[in-house]
């Protein structure tokens, strides 16, 4: 069982609140960007163990695809916009009729979907900062798609790695004639976990 560090409900109702505020401007943008209705809302947030963040997708051999994205400033770490690979596969042909089944991505698939979690993690990212007034800036996204495990080893490899728990925002996506969700977790690298807690009025018991 996913082990949900405890949060208190007010915060994680605001940060619901805010995450949906930060959906409806991503779902804006991304409706521009590919020319059809997109809406996107966020039924859960919640904070998550690092042992355990690969539940929610399936397991740690989930083949899943992913946006990937660094964070600097006050909080520096890991953004991942995550999708199971099979939800993932099922909006490109939605968004882009002329997908097929073959992997790797298409370049005109990558670029959806690394438009998608780019506009994802800037709205998000700006929703939090405003929420805890600390800076967060998106670096520029990379796509991929592998075990859950494997993508989440990303952030393991660079300077920065990943801390011990995720800040999980759980995304519902409705395009025309499709449902699909999203999964995106924010890494506090090492020693940024206590800034990020106590600026979410988490304390620093977690």
Same mark, same amino acid.
């Given at each position: 069982?996913?082990?949900?560090?405890?949060?208190?409900?007010?915060?994680?109702?605001?940060?619901?609140?805010?995450?949906?505020?930060?959906?409806?401007?991503?779902?804006?943008? !991304?409706?521009? !960007?590919?020319?059809?209705?997109?809406?996107?809302?966020?039924? @859960?947030?919640?904070?998550?163990? !690092?042992?355990?963040?690969?539940?929610?997708?399936?397991?740690?051999?989930?083949?899943?695809?992913?946006?990937?994205?660094?964070?600097?400033?006050?909080?520096?770490?890991?953004?991942?916009?995550?999708?199971?690979?099979?939800?993932?596969?099922?909006?490109?042909? #939605?968004?882009?009729?002329?997908?097929?089944?073959?992997?790797?991505?298409?370049?005109?698939?990558?670029?959806?979907?690394?438009?998608?979690?780019?506009?994802?993690?800037?709205?998000?990212?700006?929703?939090?900062?405003? !929420?805890?007034?600390?800076?967060?800036?998106?670096?520029?996204?990379?796509?991929?798609?592998?075990?859950?495990?494997?993508? @989440?080893?990303?952030?393991?490899?660079?300077?920065?790695?990943?801390?011990?728990?995720?800040?999980?925002?759980?995304?519902?996506?409705?395009?025309?004639?499709?449902?699909?969700?999203?999964?995106?977790? @924010?890494?506090? #690298?090492?020693?940024?976990?206590?800034?990020? @807690?106590?600026?979410?009025?988490?304390?620093?018991?977690?």
């Amino acid at each position: 069982m996913t082990h949900r560090l405890y949060m208190e409900e007010r915060i994680a109702d605001a940060l619901r609140e805010l995450g949906n505020i930060g959906a409806g401007h991503a779902a804006a943008a !991304f409706s521009e !960007f590919v020319g059809e209705p997109v809406t996107m809302r966020v039924p @859960l947030v919640e904070l998550v163990a !690092f042992d355990d963040v690969t539940e929610a997708l399936g397991g740690p051999e989930a083949p899943v695809a992913v946006t990937y994205v660094r964070v600097s400033g006050d909080v520096a770490g890991h953004l991942f916009v995550i999708q199971p690979l099979d939800g993932a596969r099922r909006l490109l042909s #939605s968004l882009a009729p002329a997908s097929g089944e073959e992997w790797p991505l298409s370049a005109m698939e990558e670029s959806v979907l690394e438009e998608l979690g780019n506009i994802m993690a800037a709205h998000y990212l700006s929703s939090l900062a405003d !929420f805890t007034r600390l800076t967060m800036r998106p670096s520029v996204p990379s796509v991929a798609v592998d075990m859950a495990q494997a993508i @989440l080893a990303m952030g393991m490899l660079e300077e920065n790695p990943l801390g011990d728990f995720a800040l999980v925002i759980h995304t519902a996506i409705n395009v025309p004639e499709e449902q699909g969700r999203a999964h995106v977790y @924010l890494f506090p #690298s090492p020693g940024m976990e206590r800034v990020l @807690l106590r600026s979410l009025g988490v304390g620093d018991g977690v």
